[in-house]
């Protein structure tokens, strides 16, 4: 049920986003772009995104279509949080930080989500995806969540433990407050992150480690974007059970 909400979510985002977007901009018009994802042509738009990138460098514009693109969803998360980030006055920034509500929501994860919904209503009150938000919400507290739903969440996370292999070791701090500070980092841009503490030579290190993934390379594609967006010299490591 979780991927059916995603896969809900998603749909009903791409229809609202064309119907909701002005035909006149400033950057590139991606709206041509996303029609064709909705038609079911997303390996057509694949195709074509390399040029757009280069044709239009650092617009946020071809990020966000990236970001529509991009099936690996911690991968996407940090490109929507890039466009919050980076460039909170675009067109499409209201658009991605509902992008990264829908992660968490369909994850299971309400808190995190009610707090990504509060940030859409204080910084774009006029967003036509509040609405949507809110009529799709479920209750934070975990305590009164739907019992199906209960069930949804405990299920993921037995398939989360079993296929996912590969993680991205971050950093290894000996001040466990510089550990902390990169976790909330990642954790404010909607990925899983966590510490875990080693003893090397008599010196304890908190090691940071964001994302799960299931196959290396995977992993290793995710790095080359984490390394970029918060200048880490991160490596691929496996998941120690």
Request: proline share 4%; hydrophobic share 35%.
């Amino acid at each position: 049920m979780i991927f059916q909400k995603i896969k809900f979510l998603a749909k009903t985002f791409i229809i609202v986003l064309i119907l909701s977007m002005p035909s006149y901009s400033q950057d590139v018009d991606i709206i041509p772009y996303l029609k064709k994802i909705e038609n079911g042509q997303a390996d057509e738009v694949k195709l074509e995104l390399t040029s757009l990138k280069i044709e239009n460098p650092g617009s946020p514009h071809i990020m966000f279509l990236e970001g529509v693109l991009t099936e690996n969803g911690q991968k996407a998360v940090l490109i929507y949080q890039a466009i919050v980030d980076d460039y909170p006055g675009s067109r499409y920034a209201d658009a991605a930080l509902y992008r990264i509500y829908t992660y968490y929501y369909a994850l299971g994860l309400y808190e995190s989500a009610e707090k990504k919904l509060g940030e859409l209503n204080k910084n774009y009150p006029e967003s036509p995806y509040i609405k949507i938000a809110e009529q799709n919400q479920l209750p934070v507290n975990p305590e009164i969540t739907r019992e199906d739903d209960k069930n949804d969440i405990t299920a993921s996370a037995e398939e989360d433990r079993s296929d996912n292999k590969y993680t991205v070791q971050a950093g290894a701090f000996s001040v466990k407050e510089n550990a902390e500070a990169l976790r909330l980092e990642f954790e404010k841009s909607g990925l899983f992150s966590e510490i875990k503490v080693k003893l090397v030579a008599g010196t304890t290190f908190h090691i940071v480690y964001v994302g799960k993934f299931v196959s290396e390379n995977e992993a290793e594609d995710f790095l080359k974007t984490i390394n970029d967006r918060f200048k880490l010299t991160g490596r691929v490591t496996s998941i120690q059970r």
